[in-house]
Nanobody, 124 residues
Framework: QGQLVESGGGLVQAGGSLRLSCVAS????????MGWFRQAPGKEREFVAA????????DYADSVKGRFTISRDNAKNTVYLQMNTLNPEDTAVYYC?????????????????WGQGTQVTVSS
């Protein structure tokens, strides 16, 4: 429920960093598991990271583990994705998503609300 508004995407050189933010409207943000997905040109949408409602349970795709950090601030209705040591393979449209009923958090069909997507481009 509500709207997810993303920000923070842009163009960065390889090895650089970006922080994505996703602000949710509504009063029930703390009830949602939050996730980040990405979709590169010509490829399917893939799981990036997810964080539990309290923030105590976190999961990452193997491709980003050790480089990306997901966090949330329930008081601000915001979830973040800190992306470090970026490489051109990280170039994609990044989406945030919210789910009330997810089990694993790794699959797009588990989410019922999605952001508009924000472009991340990493140059070599």
């Amino acid at each position: 429920q509500g709207q997810l508004v993303e920000s923070g995407g842009g163009l960065v050189q390889a090895g650089g960093s970006l922080r994505l933010s996703c602000v949710a409207s509504g009063r029930t943000f703390s009830n949602y598991l939050m996730g980040w997905f990405r979709q590169a040109p010509g490829k399917e949408r893939e799981f990036v990271a997810a964080i539990s409602r309290s923030g105590g349970n976190i999961d990452y795709a193997d491709s980003v583990k050790g480089r990306f950090t997901i966090s949330r601030d329930n008081a601000k209705n915001t979830v973040y994705l800190q992306m470090n040591t970026l490489n051109p393979e990280d170039t994609a449209v990044y989406y945030c998503a919210a789910s009330l009923t997810s089990r694993s958090g790794r699959y797009s069909y588990e989410y019922n609300n999605w952001g508009q997507g924000t472009q991340v481009t990493v140059s070599s």
